[in-house]
């Protein structure tokens, strides 16, 4: 991997970013309220809402908006919430924050998860074990995070058990141990349902790797069963599982604002409802801007992780 091929990918991250603001602006001005009547209300006189708009811009053109609400953007401002009248950037990342929390988290224990149970499913294949483990993975693949996130609700913090909070959120930096207890049920959701995809994902391309000459050729040699599995078989299938994890970033996303609003959770996803729900357009865009960022950032990582895992992968 060369210098040269990052710095090319990165310019590559910046048009995507362009190319997002763009349609995620445009998506937005076809709503069929602007923000003036947002802020003054479907009654307002023909006469307040014409002075609004031109206060606001709104007459302008709509690649004069679009480039002046860019500029806006590139310098950390992202407007004004129409539902809260308060700065949309501080409120936005300070969600996101609380998201990436989750989505971090979740993905930390899939991977710990997760690889360890492909393995093991793929080095008894046929076996009870990789039977019990794919019968797993099956059942967390097919159910949708909102039926399991409800499930872990009703069982979890019912009154009756109380074992969990149901709702809400508390900063680790107030109470460290009442952060983890109110993130546990959105994490636990999570992980279930992406565990289970990714596990299958390492056992399908373990089991096809470990049929390969390169592993048959490492077991005449004397290898051990461990080294064989870890050193050679898992490395050469983590190509694949990274793709997979890659794109899972973007299903994480979508799973995050159902799961969010499952538990009630403050996250961009909750936010992203609640600015939809109330035709807020600076939330709606500055939380579908940022979170199409995150989906970009991470097929970046990927990309140059292959480089790093599979040396003979050339840019």
Not at 140 to 149: N, T, Y
Request: charged fraction near 15%; proline fraction near 4%; aromatic fraction near 8%.
């Amino acid at each position: 991997m060369t210098v040269s091929y990052v710095i090319k990918r990165l310019i590559y991250l910046v048009f995507t970013a362009l190319l997002v603001s763009l349609i995620v602006f445009s998506v937005t001005q076809l709503l069929p309220a602007n923000a003036a009547t947002m802020i003054l209300g479907e009654y307002a006189t023909d006469e307040a809402l014409a002075i609004l708009n031109s206060k606001l811009g709104l007459d302008d053109p709509a690649a004069v908006q679009y480039l002046r609400w860019l500029g806006n953007v590139v310098q950390g401002d992202f407007g004004i919430s129409l539902r809260t009248s308060q700065p949309v950037g501080p409120t936005i990342l300070n969600a996101f924050g609380r998201s990436a929390i989750l989505a971090v988290t979740s993905l930390l224990l899939v991977c710990i998860i997760a690889i360890p149970l492909g393995v093991l499913a793929a080095s008894r294949r046929g076996k009870p074990t990789d039977l019990g483990v794919s019968l797993v993975s099956y059942i967390g693949v097919s159910m949708p995070e909102f039926v399991l996130a409800t499930l872990l609700l009703v069982w979890l913090a019912s009154p009756s058990l109380g074992l969990f909070p149901a709702s809400g959120y508390v900063p680790f930096s107030e109470d460290f141990w009442g952060a983890l207890h109110h993130i546990a049920l959105p994490v636990l959701t999570l992980t279930i349902v992406l565990t289970a995809h990714i596990s299958r994902m390492i056992r399908s391309e373990m089991a096809d790797t470990l049929e390969m000459d390169f592993i048959r050729a490492g077991r005449l040699r004397g290898l051990s069963k461990r080294r064989v599995l870890f050193r050679h078989a898992l490395r050469n299938s983590m190509l694949p599982a990274i793709t997979v994890i890659a794109l899972d970033v973007g299903y994480l996303i979508g799973g995050v604002i159902v799961v969010e609003e499952v538990f009630a959770f403050p996250g961009v996803g909750r936010q992203l409802i609640l600015a939809i729900q109330n035709r807020d357009l600076p939330m709606i865009q500055a939380g579908a801007l940022i979170m199409a960022a995150s989906y970009a950032v991470a097929n970046l990582l990927a990309d140059l992780a292959y480089g790093a895992l599979d040396k003979r992968i050339k840019y």
